[in-house]
């Protein structure tokens, strides 16, 4: 078969993504391509340019495909397109239209980084406070400030950031404004907090804070201390003696509250670890009445649940989370009466189906209680001192699962019962 007339069908044919099979060609419409030529500016540590012809349009996915093909990235992932320097990244789908001379911009889009936050100053009234937060893992200081205050929706506003200072657990030092850093998951800084406007006096310039010493329990103050070296070494080995945080998104975290940070919609989340895999029962506590069926949004919405611990491994990005939601089985009582039970095989996009035998919109003071029984393969949850009810799906016995909880946006806040304070990130 003669192909010299044929042209390449809507699947595209993408040879960088490293697939073996051929592409399937139709009929070529009879007009010709027009091709532009363009410079590519490629930004980063290393920035380069490049020179070279390029249909005139196209989509961004082919155009980056049209690059990777003549050599001048070699993949896609994690591509950004735009055409003025600092334009929000182009989608895939987009349309582009490319003209003589034109400029493209690439970056390589940052990956993300999971962090723990000890929020000080504000003022003498202000409390510390903890935040689990996910940002990008290269930035710079100023990028940093400004990518806390995103991540809590302007709750905590930066005034200066600290971390431990390269081989010392003891002395912390400011970030500059343009200093460029790398952060690691599960590294600890130390944000101090923009003063509260009704403050009568400007306050001085914020000094590093020391480092706070850890107690003789080696709770969370030690495990803080070790993670601000960045060190890995010192994470407790084998399971946690109670409930802990496993791994955390957009959350603050104190004294066995949770709250989330984000106002985008299950962009903040908290998997927890358990002495017995088998066996656990995790408890919250309403801090403020659940929202009803007809509030809008997701705003103060949240669920409760079992995910599988493949899924949860990372919740640093939207899709890691969304794993979260397709694969656990959760319940919720912030969506009218009665209370909704979503389980993987439903519909995305749904708050689940109804469980008549458990009520839903409970008050402030109420608890939601989880059980999971490995022996059996089931799933109960119970409110208050009421009966038990088992609900009518669960994974198999032998799926590894952790609990769960869920937020659909700020102001949802819930207490977990079983969190020790000082030991919310495991300890003895």
Request: charged share 20%; aromatic share 6%; hydrophobic share 40%.
């Amino acid at each position: 078969m003669a192909f010299h007339n044929m042209g390449p069908t809507k699947e595209a044919f993408m040879p960088w993504a490293g697939s073996a099979f051929e592409p399937e060609y139709e009929a070529a419409s009879s007009a010709p391509s027009t091709f532009v030529e363009v410079t590519v500016l490629l930004h980063g540590v290393n920035q380069r340019t490049r020179t070279l012809s390029v249909p005139s349009n196209l989509t961004c996915a082919d155009l980056k495909g049209h690059l990777a093909v003549e050599g001048v990235v070699s993949t896609c992932g994690g591509l950004e397109v735009s055409l003025e320097e600092g334009a929000e990244a182009l989608d895939d789908a987009a349309a582009v239209q490319l003209v003589e001379g034109q400029v493209v911009h690439l970056r390589q889009a940052a990956s993300l980084v999971s962090i723990t936050a000890l929020a000080t100053g504000g003022g003498t009234m202000v409390e510390d406070e903890v935040y689990e937060l996910v940002v990008p893992g290269e930035t710079t200081g100023l990028l940093l400030r400004m990518a806390i205050e995103q991540a809590t929706a302007g709750a905590l506003r930066p005034a200066a950031v600290f971390m431990a200072e390269p081989g010392s657990e003891e002395a912390a030092r400011a970030v500059a404004d343009e200093e460029t850093i790398t952060l690691q998951d599960e590294q600890a800084v130390i944000v101090h907090r923009e003063a509260v406007v009704h403050e009568p006096a400007p306050p001085a310039a914020p000094e590093a804070p020391a480092v706070p010493a850890a107690p003789a329990s080696k709770g969370f103050f030690g495990t803080l201390k070790a993670r601000l070296t960045g060190s890995k070494a010192t994470r407790r080995q084998g399971p946690p003696t109670s409930v802990c945080v496993r791994s955390a998104a957009n959350l603050k975290v104190k004294s066995g509250v949770l709250s989330c940070t984000s106002k985008q919609p299950w962009a903040s989340c908290a998997v927890f670890d358990v002495p017995d895999p088998s066996f656990f029962e995790l408890g919250v506590k309403l801090l403020a009445d659940a929202p009803s069926a007809e509030a809008d949004g997701l705003a103060g919405r949240w669920m409760l649940g079992l995910v599988p611990v493949v899924a949860s491994e990372s919740v640093k990005t939207d899709a890691e989370r969304r794993q979260l939601l397709d694969k656990g089985y959760f319940v919720t009582v912030c969506h009218g009466h009665p209370a909704k039970v979503h389980a993987p095989e439903m519909a995305r996009g749904t708050c689940g189906e109804d469980c008549f035998a458990l009520p839903g919109e409970l008050r402030k003071g109420q608890t939601l209680t989880l059980t999971w029984a490995a022996q059996g393969a089931t799933i109960s949850v119970q409110v208050d001192d009421y009966d038990a009810v088992i609900l009518p799906y669960s994974p198999g016995g032998l799926e590894e699962v952790r609990p769960c909880l869920v937020f659909g946006g700020k102001p949802a806040e819930v207490e977990v019962l079983q969190l020790k304070p000082g030991q919310e990130w495991g300890g003895a």
